[in-house]
């Protein structure tokens, strides 16, 4: 863990891109593929891969105390540090004290990492943190903490983690992207990459897939230039959402690649009849229905029928979409 951090803070000490592309990449040649590959994740600024929905649930206050008690601070001393620092892992990095012994690998951070999500209670909790922190050294916890509350802050994103993979396992950054994009996981397109088996990636259902977001152009001459048939449509104001359908088993995932089916359970039955496995990928919308009450699919068949007559008025009769205020009301 003491090469990834002295690695971070070389990437945070530069604002060139192709500097930082670098560093990560000679990180990642000088490691075996099990500690790239949970080194990337850990790059992404996550603690597990995106696909995964796993957390931690180890509140800020939790390891506020924590780190007061291994530093032996007072809470003046403490909130003076993070006033200064700006953030809870440079204060950890600064005021935690260096004994001899001190040290934890990658792996085992990120097996203490999986220990502390599957702990039940605040108390079990607190215990396992506590435990890593005190056994890590300065440097190295205060990137344990940063990858923990979500804050790595060192300018680097998952794009130039994938430039990096590149870079190291002497690949394509096409190779590199799609392989991520369909597992979700960067750490699993690092053991790819090094055995040359991008090309084995596969989509998987009920396992979210990277979004495909939409790049500016610009003009509508550019923008057509891309299709040999174009279609335009308005664009509603809704959450960009993945459905997994197989068997009549349908999921729902954000684009964080959290699974919020619960939020929406009037979409499970309008998709369970498909006749086959599919993986939508669209917008969930807020929609005010005509009068009369009728069920979701009835409502979707009536839809795609309006489109296909582009009959305007049966189109009306279908309703409209409501405002995102109403739409938030089911989030979180």
């Known amino acids: 863990m003491q090469g990834f951090a002295t690695t971070c803070e070389a990437i945070a000490a530069t604002t060139k891109k192709l500097q930082k592309t670098a560093l990560v990449a000679e990180y990642f040649k000088s490691h075996t593929a099990d500690e790239a590959a949970v080194s990337a994740v850990f790059l992404s600024g996550r603690p597990f891969p995106a696909w995964e929905e796993a957390t ?26 993070y006033r200064r620092l700006g953030d809870l892992g440079a204060v950890a990095g600064e005021l935690l004290p260096q004994r001899s012994g001190q040290g934890v690998s990658v792996l ?5 990492f999986r220990q502390i999500a599957g702990a039940r ?13 005190s056994r890590s050294a300065p ?41 991520n994009m369909l597992l979700g996981d960067v750490g699993e397109t690092v053991r790819l990459a090094v055995g040359g088996r991008l090309s084995e990636a596969r989509m998987r259902l009920f396992h979210p897939l990277g979004f495909m977001l939409a790049s500016p152009v610009e003009s509508t001459e550019e ?42 359970p009037e979409l499970p039955p309008a998709l369970a009849g498909l006749p086959q496995d599919v993986i939508l990928d669209g917008e969930i919308v807020a929609w005010e229905y005509p009068a009369r009450a009728r069920h979701a699919q009835t409502i979707v068949d009536e839809v795609a ?21 109403v739409l938030q009301q089911r989030l979180g």
């Open 108 to 112: 085992e951070v990120e097996a203490r």
């Open 121 to 133: 209670g605040t108390s079990a909790k607190m215990t396992l943190v506590r435990d890593l922190l």
């Open 56 to 81: 931690l649930q180890v509140g800020g206050r939790s390891l506020w105390e924590i780190v007061a008690e291994l530093a032996g601070k007072a809470e003046a001393e403490l909130t003076a540090a």
């Open 139 to 179: 440097l190295e916890a205060k990137y344990i903490v940063k990858i923990m509350t979500g804050d790595l802050r060192i300018g680097l994103k998952e794009s130039l983690v994938e430039e990096a993979l590149a870079k190291a396992y002497d690949t394509s950054l096409a190779e590199v992207q799609r392989a």
């Open 223 to 264: 923008g057509l230039s891309y299709f040999s048939e174009a279609a335009v449509e308005d664009k509603y104001d809704g959450i960009r959402a993945q459905a997994h359908v197989s068997d009549g088993d349908v999921r729902i995932f954000s684009r964080t690649r959290d699974e919020i089916t619960e939020s929406f």
């Open 305 to 325: 029928e309006s489109r296909s007559n582009e009959d305007e008025a049966q189109a009306d009769n279908l309703g409209r979409a409501r405002p995102f205020s």
